[in-house]
């Protein structure tokens, strides 16, 4: 017989729930609009496409979501909170067309 008990942070002070569930869900966001952007720039890399400045574009904004995922993380683990991963959907399209259209999809988020 093994009992496994799951200890409270030592630093949750003043978290709600609610609150942590909010962060939870807007990580999976940030990584989910991540995830679509490093598409949109594979898309513009390729070489029937080769616009390599919107592949760029949307490379660093790729980055940049993933970075806001990582800040919120570190945010759940000072405040004693516990962050809790999805999974991450397929985006919609693998086509994202010309960059005027990649532009309003990428604004539609």
Same mark, same amino acid.
């Given at each position: 017989?093994?009992? !496994?008990?799951?200890?409270?942070?030592?630093?949750?002070?003043?978290?709600?729930?609610?609150?942590?569930?909010?962060?939870?869900?807007? !990580?999976?966001?940030?990584?989910?609009?991540?995830?679509?952007?490093?598409?949109?720039?594979?898309?513009?890399?390729?070489?029937?496409?080769?616009?390599?400045?919107?592949?760029?574009?949307?490379?660093?904004?790729?980055?940049?979501?993933?970075?806001?995922?990582?800040?919120?993380?570190?945010?759940?683990?000072?405040?004693?909170?516990?962050?809790?991963?999805?999974? !991450?959907?397929?985006?919609?399209?693998?086509?994202?067309?010309?960059?005027?259209?990649?532009?309003?999809?990428?604004?539609?988020?």
């Amino acid at each position: 017989l093994t009992v !496994i008990v799951k200890m409270a942070s030592q630093v949750r002070q003043n978290y709600h729930k609610d609150c942590e569930d909010a962060v939870n869900k807007q !990580i999976n966001v940030e990584l989910y609009s991540s995830y679509v952007y490093l598409s949109m720039s594979s898309y513009f890399d390729r070489d029937d496409v080769a616009l390599r400045h919107f592949a760029e574009f949307f490379k660093e904004q790729s980055h940049e979501e993933w970075e806001h995922a990582e800040k919120l993380m570190e945010f759940q683990n000072k405040r004693g909170g516990c962050f809790v991963l999805e999974d !991450i959907k397929k985006p919609e399209q693998d086509e994202w067309g010309n960059g005027l259209e990649a532009m309003q999809r990428a604004l539609q988020m």
